[in-house]
């Protein structure tokens, strides 16, 4: 989603359902890319991790898509839960050994 | 050990006082970053040491000056700072070695200036 303004996108998930969290990336150059979790009064904690020569990689309850064609990466949580409420990050890893963060998504858990 | 820790939690200053952030970490790791977040955006990088080196700095204006005395620690001198300055001060950490570039995050230390 785009940050428009001081709003974060945010998505609203039904306890027990999937959420995904979408994040466009422009640097073509990027070959590695990470997805953070913030909870309020925290600092990001990193969830997954995926390189540029793969399209999927899988952790515990999440799944991670990279489509390079048009640059768009993707956080799959399976199975939402009241813990899972947090502002999720992408960011990407260029060859000038910078992590760019990309604008973030609220992702917040209907009862 | 997998924590970086971030001292204090909390600061207030005015625009004439001098004060510094600190951060710790004892994973080995030999890269070390000041991000800050204002509210609602995401982490912006202001600094990167590697290897005990300022390897990058993002334009940022002067009255924010780093240190790194050591592999395990990386301070953040505050001075003349402005009230737009007030956000969330982010350190991390990473390897800095190929193959495992992810960063570990500290808790980070909410600034306000009056």
């Known amino acids: 989603g785009e940050n428009v303004g001081l709003h974060l996108p945010t998505l609203s998930v039904q306890e027990g359902d999937n959420s995904i969290i979408n994040c466009a990336y422009s640097n073509s150059a990027s070959d590695y890319f990470i997805w953070y979790k913030q909870e309020s009064g925290k600092g990001p904690q990193f969830i997954i991790d995926i390189r540029s020569n793969m399209d999927k990689r899988q952790g515990q309850r999440v799944t991670v898509l990279l489509n390079k064609t048009v640059k768009h990466l993707s956080l799959q949580i399976a199975a939402t839960q009241p813990g899972d409420s947090a502002v999720y990050f992408c960011?990407?890893?260029?060859?000038?050994?910078?992590?760019?963060f990309g604008s973030g998504t609220r992702l917040s858990i209907r009862p | 050990d997998t924590e970086v820790t971030q001292t204090p939690k909390h600061l207030v200053m005015g625009m004439t006082n001098k004060k510094s952030l600190k951060c710790e970490q004892h994973?080995?790791?030999?890269?070390m970053y000041w991000y800050k977040q204002k509210a609602k955006k995401p982490p912006e990088l202001m600094f990167v040491y590697s290897y005990e080196k300022l390897s990058i700095n993002e334009s940022v204006p002067s009255r924010f000056s780093p240190e790194c005395p050591n592999s395990s620690l990386l301070n953040l001198h505050l001075h003349a700072l402005q009230p737009e300055d007030s956000a969330l001060y982010l350190c991390?950490?990473?390897?800095?070695?190929?193959?495992?570039?992810?960063?570990?995050f500290g808790s980070g230390t909410q600034l306000s200036v009056l």
């Open positions: 960011a990407d890893y260029s060859s000038a050994s910078k992590i760019i």
């Open positions: 991390a950490s990473s390897q800095d070695r190929a193959g495992d570039e992810k960063l570990f």
């Open positions: 994973m080995g790791h030999r890269a």
